[in-house]
C-alpha cells in the first residue's frame, strides 16, 4: 500500500497537480472545514435547547440559531461537493491526457508485449475508479476525518473521562481493520487485472469480426468471453465480500464501543454528575464520531480500489520512452547506436546509407533479422525491395523510421547518421504506403488529410486524383464528407489503399516507402496506380517492397535479399541475366 501511495504522491508532485489547481483545492478545503464546523455546532444547539427547556423565553432563539446553523451546513456542504467534484473530472482528465500522451511516445517494441485493449482499459474503468477516489472519497474522508477529530475534541470538553474511555476502546479495534483493509488492496487490483483481460479480448476479437464471423466462431468467441467475465466476476465477489465483512466489523465494534460509553454516562446523569442536556450533546457527537469511523471505512475500500488503479496508470504514466525515442524528447548529447568502427560512405547524391546494418528483435534477441547489410539509395532514384517472406525488407523499413534501432551498424538518411535526426523531423521527410492501409472512422477527405493536416480541400482533392481515387470517392453518398466506418468497412481493398496512396501524396516527402502499394488491386486499378506513382516518383526518392515482380520493373535499382543478407543487385535486366534468386522469381512469375 505504502509504494502505491508513494507513486501516486511522485505523480501528484511531477505534474504539479497540487500547485496547479491551488484555488480549488483551497477552496474545497474551507468549505469542507466549515460544513465540518456547522456539523459540530449542532449538537451544542441541542444541549441549548435540553437544558433551556421547551418552556423557557429563550427556546426560539435557540430553534432560530439551530436552523442557521442547517442553512450554513447545506450551503457550505454543497460548495464542497461542487468544488471537489470539479477537482475529480479535472485530475482524471489530466491522468488520461498523460497516459494516452506517453502511451503514445512508445515504440512498437513496447506493444510487443502489452495489448491494446488493456490500455483501455485503464484510460476508462481505472480513472474512473480514481475520478470517484478524488471527487468523493477524499472530500469524504477527509470530512470524515475533520469529524471524528472535531466530535473527539468535543467529547473531550464535554466528559473529558467518557471521551478517555472511548479514545482507548476505538484504538483497539484499529488493527483489525487493517488487516482486513491490505486483504481488499490486494484483491482490488486482481479485481482490475481480471477486468483488463474481459477488455483487451473484446477488443481483439472486435478488430478480427470478420475473420470470426467467416470461420463461424461466434459461439467460440462468445465462450471464451463468457469465461473471462465470470472469472472477473469471481475476483469482485471475493473482492466486495471482504469489503462487506470490513464495514460489518468496523460498525458493529464502534457501535459496541459508543453503547458501552453510554451506559456509563446514564450512570452518571442518573447520579447527578453530568446533566441531560451534556448527556445529550455527548450522544450526538457519539453518533458523528460513529459515522465518521463508518465513512471512513467504506472510503478505505475505495482508497485500496484506486491505489491499485493508480499503480497501473503512473506504470503507463512513467514508463520510459525506447533508447530509440531518447534523443526526440531531449536536447542533450546524440545517443551513438552503432557499434562499428567507420561511418557509412555517404555523399550528397546519397537519400540512404546502410552500413554494416544487424538488426534483432527485442522478442527473439537470438535470431538476426538483418545481417550486415550495407547499401546505398541514391536521391531522386527508385529501388525497390525484393525476396522471400522473412528476409528482412519491412524490417527495414521499421528501422528507417526509427521504430527500431539497430543492433549494430549506422544509417544515414540525406547525409546524416539516424541517430542525429529528430524523430519527428525524421519522418516528416518520409511518406509511407503500407501494405495493410490505415482507414480512420472518419470522412475521406479527412482520411487523405491526415498526411497534411493544414492542406486545403483543393489539395486533398488533387492528390486524391494523382491516386486515382477520386472517382469512387465522388460516387459515394455524401463524396468526400462521406463517413468510411471503423477501418474503412465501407471501402473494398484497392479503395482503401488508394485513400493510403492519397493521403501519401498529400505529404509530398522527399523520401517515399512503398509497402506493397499495390498488392490489394485488381490489374485495372493496379496500372492506374503505377501511372500516378510514375508521375509522382520523379526527383523523389523511392524504395517499393514488392512480391510482385511487375510493379518494380521500372526501378532503377533492385535490391534482392534473402535470410536478412544483400544477395544481389542490379537492375530487372542484369539480375534476370545474372540467374540467381531475382531470376528465379521472376521465371515463376512471369512463366
Known amino acids: 500500500?505504502?509504494?502505491?501511495?508513494?507513486?501516486?504522491?511522485?505523480?501528484?508532485?511531477?505534474?504539479?497537480?497540487?500547485?496547479?489547481?491551488?484555488?480549488?483545492?483551497?477552496?474545497?478545503?474551507?468549505?469542507?472545514?466549515?460544513?465540518?464546523?456547522?456539523?459540530?455546532?449542532?449538537?451544542?444547539?441541542?444541549?441549548?435547547?435540553?437544558?433551556?427547556?421547551?418552556?423557557?423565553?429563550?427556546?426560539?432563539?435557540?430553534?432560530?440559531?439551530?436552523?442557521?446553523?442547517?442553512?450554513?451546513?447545506?450551503?457550505?456542504?454543497?460548495?464542497?461537493?461542487?468544488?471537489?467534484?470539479?477537482?475529480?473530472?479535472?485530475?482524471?482528465?489530466?491522468?488520461?491526457?498523460?497516459?494516452?500522451?506517453?502511451?503514445?511516445?512508445?515504440?512498437?517494441?513496447?506493444?510487443?508485449?502489452?495489448?491494446?485493449?488493456?490500455?483501455?482499459?485503464?484510460?476508462?474503468?481505472?480513472?474512473?475508479?480514481?475520478?470517484?477516489?478524488?471527487?468523493?472519497?477524499?472530500?469524504?474522508?477527509?470530512?470524515?476525518?475533520?469529524?471524528?477529530?472535531?466530535?473527539?475534541?468535543?467529547?473531550?470538553?464535554?466528559?473529558?473521562?467518557?471521551?478517555?474511555?472511548?479514545?482507548?476502546?476505538?484504538?483497539?479495534?484499529?488493527?483489525?481493520?487493517?488487516?482486513?483493509?491490505?486483504r481488499v488492496r490486494k484483491m482490488s487490483r486482481t479485481s482490475q487485472d481480471k477486468v483488463a483481460d474481459t477488455s483487451a479480448m473484446a477488443g481483439e476479437v472486435l478488430n478480427a469480426i470478420t475473420t470470426v464471423q467467416a470461420f463461424t466462431r461466434e459461439p467460440h468467441e462468445q465462450q471464451r468471453f463468457n469465461a473471462a467475465v465470470e472469472t472477473a466476476f469471481l475476483e469482485a465477489k471475493k473482492r466486495i465480500t471482504m469489503r462487506s465483512l470490513l464495514t460489518a466489523v468496523a460498525i458493529v465494534m464502534s457501535f459496541g464501543v459508543i453503547v458501552f460509553v453510554l451506559w456509563i454516562g446514564a450512570q452518571q446523569v442518573t447520579a447527578g454528575v453530568m446533566t441531560l442536556g451534556e448527556l445529550t450533546q455527548f450522544v450526538l457527537y457519539a453518533a458523528i464520531i460513529a459515522g465518521s469511523i463508518g465513512a471512513l471505512s467504506e472510503t478505505w475500500g475505495d482508497l485500496q480500489r484506486a491505489a491499485g488503479a493508480m499503480e497501473r496508470l503512473v506504470e503507463l504514466m512513467q514508463a520510459p520512452p525506447d533508447l530509440v525515442y531518447q534523443d526526440a524528447i531531449t536536447s542533450q548529447g546524440q545517443i551513438p547506436l552503432q557499434t562499428s568502427s567507420s561511418p557509412p560512405s555517404a555523399s550528397q547524391a546519397d537519400a540512404m546509407v546502410f552500413s554494416s546494418v544487424s538488426f534483432a528483435y527485442p522478442s527473439r534477441p537470438d535470431f538476426m533479422a538483418i545481417k550486415d547489410l550495407s547499401f546505398n539509395v541514391q536521391q531522386g532514384a527508385r529501388y525497390a525491395l525484393v525476396g522471400p517472406s522473412g528476409a528482412g525488407k519491412s524490417t527495414l523499413f521499421a528501422m528507417l523510421l526509427r521504430f527500431y534501432a539497430p543492433t549494430a551498424g549506422q544509417i544515414a538518411v540525406l547525409g546524416k547518421d539516424i541517430t542525429q535526426w529528430p524523430v519527428s523531423e525524421l519522418r516528416n521527410l518520409i511518406g509511407i504506403v503500407p501494405q495493410e492501409p490505415v482507414i480512420f472512422a472518419s470522412s475521406a477527405m479527412e482520411n487523405i488529410r491526415y498526411g497534411k493536416l493544414d492542406a486545403t480541400d483543393e489539395e486533398v482533392i488533387a492528390a486524391a486524383k494523382t491516386a486515382h481515387a477520386d472517382g469512387f470517392i465522388s460516387a459515394l453518398p455524401e463524396g468526400y464528407a462521406s463517413f468510411l466506418g471503423e477501418r474503412g468497412v465501407r471501402l473494398s481493398g484497392g479503395q482503401k489503399q488508394r485513400i493510403s496512396i492519397a493521403r501519401a501524396i498529400l505529404k509530398n516527402p522527399p523520401i517515399l516507402l512503398l509497402d506493397e502499394a499495390t498488392s490489394a488491386l485488381d490489374a485495372e486499378s493496379e496500372r492506374e496506380v503505377q501511372l500516378a506513382l510514375d508521375s509522382v516518383l520523379p526527383g523523389r526518392t523511392s524504395l517499393t517492397i514488392a512480391h510482385r515482380l511487375a510493379t518494380v520493373l521500372r526501378a532503377d535499382c533492385i535490391l534482392v535479399l534473402e535470410e536478412g543478407r544483400l544477395v544481389e543487385q542490379g537492375s530487372h535486366a542484369d539480375l534476370i541475366k545474372q540467374g540467381g534468386l531475382y531470376a528465379r522469381l521472376a521465371d515463376l512469375q512471369f512463366a
Do not use: H
Open 1 to 182: 500500500m505504502a509504494s502505491k501511495l508513494n507513486s501516486l504522491t511522485r505523480w501528484l508532485r511531477d505534474y504539479r497537480v497540487l500547485s496547479r489547481y491551488r484555488v480549488q483545492w483551497t477552496l474545497a478545503c474551507l468549505f469542507l472545514l466549515l460544513a465540518a464546523a456547522a456539523t459540530l455546532a449542532v449538537p451544542l444547539a441541542f444541549r441549548g435547547i435540553v437544558d433551556t427547556g421547551l418552556t423557557s423565553d429563550e427556546i426560539d432563539l435557540q430553534f432560530i440559531y439551530l436552523l442557521l446553523l442547517a442553512a450554513v451546513l447545506a450551503v457550505m456542504t454543497a460548495s464542497r461537493f461542487y468544488m471537489m467534484s470539479w477537482l475529480g473530472e479535472r485530475v482524471v482528465a489530466d491522468i488520461r491526457q498523460r497516459v494516452f500522451e506517453n502511451v503514445l511516445r512508445q515504440s512498437p517494441r513496447y506493444f510487443e508485449t502489452l495489448q491494446t485493449g488493456e490500455v483501455l482499459s485503464r484510460l476508462t474503468s481505472d480513472t474512473t475508479l480514481v475520478q470517484t477516489l478524488v471527487g468523493s472519497s477524499i472530500s469524504i474522508a477527509l470530512r470524515s476525518l475533520v469529524m471524528l477529530i472535531g466530535g473527539m475534541t468535543m467529547m473531550l470538553v464535554t466528559s473529558a473521562w467518557l471521551a478517555g474511555i472511548m479514545i482507548v476502546l476505538l484504538a483497539v479495534i484499529v488493527l483489525p481493520l487493517w488487516a482486513l483493509g491490505r
